[in-house]
């Protein structure tokens, strides 16, 4: 019994990755066409996302599936008939599409067992870390994975349609960039702190990395209001 | 070495992060051959702090 309510709770850990990602889809493809909220596809909408955002609590699995796919699904669809006269901006599609991506992979990764799943019944506590996660990593996953967020926020202040989609792909793109460079010099604090003390040198490290920070969101937003 | 290797990637990730910013801005100003400009500088410093992070883990 305590192994079937473990079981449950990991599958719904699991399921709130496809809750972001089918959210992340529905803020950017449904969204928008939700205008009047008194009329049906505004409706279908609305309940689309409503089934997807409780289909963690849900007790029964099966249900729970049925709202992070059948329903949420079956109301964007609705949605997309009733307001199919209205046209969509350009980057919204674009970002639509790779948000319905998302989507998929996250519910395609359910089929796959984890990895403590696999084979014998293990208690978790058994698979604690020997070495504890290093600040420095975290703090510059966060500072990269900041910068990258307000770059594509700060994408749409460009307002001409003809620039627009490549204002978003260079934020795109500069996002990746940044992202995958900042995740590998996290790699490098975390095989610092488990393989050697810290030196004083590193606290240049740490200087330099508030400069990620500092210079890009202040260089960009602060010269946008001025 | 090392050091300097890590300090000058982060530098061109600064640089990266900055000329993307400032290339939306100049578009946002209509300056579009500028912007693309500093989009290319962006790419480039991104790039320049790949390749010195892949000669930190060969060295």
Redesign the interface.
Same mark, same amino acid.
Not at chain 2, 13 to 18: N, S
């Given at each position: 019994m305590q192994q079937t309510a473990s079981t449950r709770r990991r599958e719904r850990y699991r399921l709130i990755v496809v809750v972001v990602a089918g959210l992340y889809a529905w803020s950017v493809s449904v969204l928008p066409l939700l205008d009047d909220l008194s009329t049906w596809p505004a409706l279908c909408g609305l309940g689309a996302a409503l089934a997807l955002s409780v289909s963690p609590f849900v007790p029964n699995r099966r249900l729970s599936l049925y709202g992070a796919l059948h329903i949420f699904l079956a109301g964007c669809l609705l949605c997309w008939w009733g307001a199919r006269e209205r046209a969509t901006l350009n980057p919204w599609s674009a970002y639509a599409a790779l948000g319905w991506i998302a989507y998929t992979l996250a519910l395609g990764s359910l089929t796959t067992p984890e990895r403590g799943e696999q084979g014998s019944q293990l208690r978790p506590q058994m698979f604690r870390p020997r070495v504890q996660p290093s600040k420095a990593a975290a703090l510059c996953i966060g500072s990269g994975l900041l910068a990258t967020i307000a770059l594509n926020i700060y994408s749409f202040q460009v307002s001409r349609p003809e620039l627009l989609m490549l204002a978003h792909l260079a934020a795109l793109a500069t996002g990746l960039i940044v992202l995958k460079q900042t995740v590998l010099l996290a790699e490098y604090f975390q095989q610092k702190a488990q393989f050697g003390p810290y030196g004083s040198g590193v606290w240049w490290l740490f200087i330099a990395l508030l400069l990620l920070v500092s210079g890009g969101l202040v260089s960009g937003w602060a010269t946008a209001i001025g | 070495m090392e =050091?300097f290797i +890590?300090?000058s !990637?982060? &530098?061109s +990730?600064? $640089?990266? %992060? *900055?000329a !993307?910013?400032? @290339?939306? =801005?100049l578009? %946002?100003e *209509?300056q579009?051959l500028r *912007?693309l400009y500093f989009?290319a500088v @962006? +790419?480039v410093a *991104? &790039?320049l &702090?790949?390749q010195l $992070?892949k000669a930190?883990e060969i060295g």
């Open positions: - | =050091r +890590l300090i !990637a982060i &530098a +990730l600064v $640089l990266c %992060t *900055g !993307a910013f400032w @290339s939306i =801005r578009w %946002t *209509g579009d *912007g989009f @962006s +790419l *991104g &790039a &702090a790949n $992070l930190r």
